[in-house]
């Protein structure tokens, strides 16, 4: 990731990535990941249902830690094939100062499928 100035956009721009809440229903080990990873299964609502992502957040988060987290994801990307898993929306994070990944969410329930604006 680059921290160089960023290059501005249009509203209409920020409005076409879908970027949505979702509560993580599963979340599992991904040996076949090239870099320690998660399988993630997360609740976008009744719109939307229920999207897989693979998430390198394995040295911030316990696998039984992530259930039942509300995270932040871009579930309008087309799918992306991880090894032998076909990732469906991407979890969103910031880089700590190591440049590992800490998950984005709101500080308080809202419901599942709610659109970031």
């Known amino acids: 990731m680059s921290s ?3 290059q501005t956009i249009s509203f209409d721009d920020f409005l076409k990535v879908d970027i949505r809440v979702g509560t993580i229903v599963s979340a599992e080990a991904f040996p076949q ?3 320690a990873a998660y399988r993630l299964a997360i609740d ?3 719109s939307i ?7 390198q957040i394995t040295v911030h988060y316990a696998a039984s830690e ?5 995270v932040a994801a871009v579930v309008n990307f087309p799918p992306r094939q991880i090894g032998p898993f076909m990732s469906e929306v991407l979890t969103l994070g910031f880089p700590d100062p190591n440049g590992e990944v800490v998950l984005i969410g709101p500080n308080l329930a809202v419901p599942n499928g ?4």
């Open 114 to 117: 709610g659109r970031m604006f």
């Open 33 to 35: 990941a090239r870099k």
């Open 49 to 55: 249902g229920i999207k897989k992502s693979s998430a």
């Open 44 to 46: 976008f609502g009744a």
């Open 4 to 6: 160089s100035a960023p």
């Open 66 to 70: 992530l259930v039942g987290r509300q």
